[in-house]
């Protein structure tokens, strides 16, 4: 059956990943608060809806990831690295990376995911040392970048942009770096684009993702100001009912079901 289940406002927990429907969406409702969104980052789920619309949470089946040291370097993207082109910094202009990745026009998409709601969201993830951004700069002028959420060893990247060639993957190249001299484990990608693949990433079974990550986000986890030494280590405590009952509906049917754990 097509389900899709609603949050409850009382508690931050989630339905398991693996109950979201073929489509990868698993819920809607509650909010954009820290507590909810390091408990579902923690749980293989992520926020992902469009002005206007219920707040949707979701969880893909595959799940595109990369690991530390896998990544690949092409030789032109070797050969701008070391050009001395760019100039990369870390966690200097979370703000403007977002609102760059929400006003960057992409292929087969219209209009933006990262709604008002969300940009509060994350930049005070990005206070709280949870959510970080790495920048590209050509000429004192950002020209391209990403950001992503921190748990444990594990990170979650959520979007990039670029205005210049190669901007953004010398922004994902120095977060590459940076996760492999911090013992990183696990970069989630969340879903397959032509660019993420042409950098290494690639497909795992959701199950498999779910069963590796519930070990790397218990892990000490790296807080604060990525890009001026500050950060430091700190032990996450993250809460999950192993049960919880929340309403579910059919989709097919638009109608609402009994309470299921």
Not at 37 to 56: D, K, R, T
Request: net charge negative; hydrophobic share 40%.
């Amino acid at each position: 059956m097509n389900r899709i289940y609603q949050l409850n406002d009382d508690d931050y927990n989630f339905p398991p990943a693996s109950m979201a429907n073929k489509d990868g969406l698993l819920a809607f409702g509650g909010d954009l608060s820290p507590e909810r969104l390091v408990i579902a980052y923690a749980n293989g789920i992520f926020p992902w809806y469009s002005e206007g619309e219920l707040l949707l949470w979701w969880s893909l089946d595959p799940r595109l990831v990369i690991r530390p040291g896998e990544m690949r370097v092409s030789k032109s993207l070797r050969h701008t690295l070391h050009s001395g082109r760019f100039e990369c910094r870390i966690d200097t202009d979370f703000e403007s990376v977002m609102r760059n990745c929400a006003q960057t026009p992409r292929e087969g998409q219209f209009g933006t995911w990262i709604t008002d709601e969300m940009l509060d969201a994350y930049i005070q993830l990005h206070r709280m040392g949870l959510a970080h951004s790495f920048e590209t700069y050509h000429e004192g002028v950002l020209v391209g970048g990403l950001y992503g959420v921190s748990l444990g060893t594990l990170f979650c990247g959520e979007s990039m942009f670029h205005h210049v060639s190669d901007a953004s993957k010398v922004a994902f190249y120095h977060l590459h770096q940076f996760l492999i001299g911090h013992g990183f484990q696990l970069i989630d990608c969340q879903q397959e684009t032509r660019h993420l693949v042409s950098l290494g990433a690639y497909n795992i079974a959701r199950q498999d993702y779910i069963d590796e990550i519930k070990n790397l986000v218990q892990a000490p986890t790296l807080m604060g100001n990525w890009g001026d030494g500050t950060a430091k280590k700190f032990q996450l405590i993250i809460n999950q009912a192993e049960r919880a009952s929340f309403r579910a509906y059919n989709l097919d049917a638009d109608l609402a079901l009994n309470n299921e754990d």
